[in-house]
């Protein structure tokens, strides 16, 4: 078993130290400057530096993480968990209230809002409407 895995771990080093480029890369590295279209296997250079400081921000987080007690953080997203339970009963309640909000919208954007020189003089249109009524 330790023979087996020996060779799967020299191969491994193998794809990754001379079949990706990486002795190439290290000796442009060492002697001269590396230019922005410097690739390592199929991604260049920048974006590795990416990965890696993305890497390094997920390292600290974890070791703030771990300063932190867990049950403190377990407290905290029990009390998240139940607070969100609260809004989605309160959102299904005013689903009626949501509803007829929705049409007023539809209503308006259809009508009102779509043409809106329609709307014009309306309520001088209204007026005359109840003088000649009387």
């Keep these: ?78 009390r998240a968990s139940i607070q969100a339970g609260e809004l989605r009963k309160t959102l299904q309640a005013s689903s009626y209230l949501s509803d007829l909000l929705r049409l007023e919208r539809v209503v308006l954007t259809r009508t009102i809002l779509s043409n809106p020189t329609d709307w014009r003089g309306w309520a001088d249109r209204a007026e005359q409407d109840k003088e000649a009524e009387r």
């Design 1 to 78: 078993m330790r023979r087996l895995l020996l060779i799967l771990t020299l191969m491994v080093l193998y794809v990754l130290i001379v079949r990706s480029g990486l002795i190439e890369l290290v000796s442009k590295w060492l002697y001269g400057p590396l230019g922005s279209s410097t690739t390592w296997g199929p991604s260049p250079l920048s974006w590795w530096g990416r990965i890696g400081k993305y890497l390094q921000f997920l390292g600290g987080l974890v070791a703030l993480l771990d300063l932190v007690d867990p049950e403190k953080i377990r407290a905290s997203a029990l």
